[in-house]
């Protein structure tokens, strides 16, 4: 069981870029799939996830109307389109899997210890 997250980079603030998370050994149609991020001397953060189906979708309040999340279960990928970047930005993203709606609806964030499998962490460094 693995998940893979790549697509990271250097970008300048205002740009893009797609982070993916694949995965091998397992089918994600099963499961919610989390994007989080931690930057130097701060907790892990949930930044996005998406239910099985697709039809669920939960964003951080720090990247709502900037970021898209989407899956291609044919593909066993799951997407973070990332657009209007800014400097705060700038974590390592990872990717994670969960069996559970993967947010809390009663206290509005995505908790680390819900999820099981965790992908390596791809660098995003966004230039001021």
């Known amino acids: 069981v693995q998940l893979q997250a790549s697509g990271g980079g250097l970008v300048q603030a205002g740009g893009s870029l797609r982070l993916s998370c694949a995965a091998s050994g397992f089918a994600l149609d099963f499961y919610t799939i989390g994007w989080f991020r931690q930057a130097p001397g701060k907790e892990r953060e949930g930044v996005s996830c998406?239910?099985?189906?697709?039809?669920?979708?939960y964003y951080a309040d720090s990247v709502k109307g900037r970021f898209t999340i989407s899956r291609d279960n044919a593909k066993n990928t799951v997407y973070l389109q990332m657009n209007s970047l800014k400097p705060e930005d700038t974590a390592v993203y990872y990717c994670?899997?969960?069996?559970?709606?993967?947010?809390?609806?009663?206290?509005?964030?995505?908790?680390?210890?819900?999820?099981?499998?965790w992908g390596q962490g791809t660098q995003v460094t966004v230039s001021s």
């Open positions: 994670a899997s969960t069996p559970s709606e993967g947010y809390s609806s009663t206290y509005g964030y995505m908790p680390v210890s819900w999820y099981d499998y």
């Open positions: 998406i239910r099985e189906s697709g039809g669920n979708i």
